[in-house]
């Protein structure tokens, strides 16, 4: 339900000021996240703040950060879970564009002699370690609560593999390359790490007007929303065929994630069968594993059915219910 999928989420955001971060800092506060704005830039945070409606400005923790230095990002996550309460999202946008070599890069490649090492180290250190520096700086947290979800903005194949494009093709396959092992070596904790790119050049100050792109043809910031609020809400991956393993492993996965978020609050957790499942001998024997885990905790949870948490509810003193 727009507007609520992402309430009681910690978001942390870098390049949060203009351009991409900028749109997701909105989109994510729509949701009801609660987000903490990184960026190097004081003049574009204040003005990120000035654009939020009210309800948002009180969700917004803007936070004057460089990515590309490790202590600086310990310092903006502790910031994040001290004063907004904990942390579940991280999205690693910030990134310089080829723009700050020199202008008209579009039109006249950008040759090996006139990138100084100080340039390559600099997009390095922005573009590839900046997303290793917030992953590492939030991963025990994220670990810890065993529920997670690490975003990092990549770019298309083609600008990583493309001549004249460097350092900022080659920075974003190497985070694309991180994304892929970080996802397998975080598999099954219950924090993932995926990539989302516009698919194109975007309509943000990275594209400059020297670029020679008509603004019309340019992909709109705002495509990276949906992607983005989908992977935060796992119930979605419902929507889609999978096999009975993936499914007997989603509703594990789910369990657990829940089971640990029921520590702060009840919730209640439902599975309806479909025939499919319970019609296939193979499908149902892959499905008792799920079974078995959920029962294997049985001294956390309540194992009960409708009419009985009706009942639960109908006894609770009035208030206790929204609109009781
Ligand atoms: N615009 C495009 O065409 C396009 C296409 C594909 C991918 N992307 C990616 O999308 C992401 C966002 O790009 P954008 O177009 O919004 O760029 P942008 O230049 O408009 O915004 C980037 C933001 O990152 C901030 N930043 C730069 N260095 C920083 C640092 N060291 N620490 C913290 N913040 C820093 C800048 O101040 C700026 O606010 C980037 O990762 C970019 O590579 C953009």
Known sequence: MPGRRLRGKVAVVTGAARGIGRVLVHALLAEGATVAALDVSDAG????????????????????????????????????????????????????????????HQQVPVGIQEISPAMWQRFVATNFSGAWNMTRASIGHLLGQRWGRIINITTSFATMLRGGFHPYGPCKAALE?????????????????????????????MVPPES?????????????????????DSLQMLNRMATPTE?????????????????????????????HVLG????????????????SKRNE????HPGEICKHVESLPKGIVPGS
């Open 45 to 104: 945070l204040a003005a990120l703040r000035d654009s939020l409606p009210d309800g948002g400005k009180d969700r917004l923790l803007a936070n004057l950060t460089d990515i590309s230095d490790y202590a600086a990002c310990e310092h903006a996550v502790g910031k994040a879970i001290t004063g907004l309460g904990g942390l579940h999202i991280l999205i690693n946008n910030a990134a310089l564009g080829m723009g700050a070599i020199r202008i008209d």
């Open 177 to 205: 390359a991180m994304s892929s092992g970080h996802a397998k070596e975080f598999e099954g904790s219950g924090v993932t790490v995926n990539v989302v790119l516009p698919g194109g050049p975007a309509d943000t100050s």
């Open 212 to 232: 020679g792109f008509e603004r019309k043809d340019l992909i709109s910031p705002s495509v990276m929303v949906a992607p983005i609020v989908w992977l935060y």
């Open 247 to 275: 499914f007997t492993n989603f509703v594990i996965h789910n369990f657990d994630e829940m089971l640990a978020q029921s520590k702060r609050h009840p919730l209640v957790m439902g599975i309806s069968l479909h025939g």
């Open 280 to 295: 296939q001998p193979y499908r149902l024997h892959e499905f008792r594993r799920a079974i078995r885990h959920i029962v």
């Open 301 to 304: 949870i309540w194992l009960t």
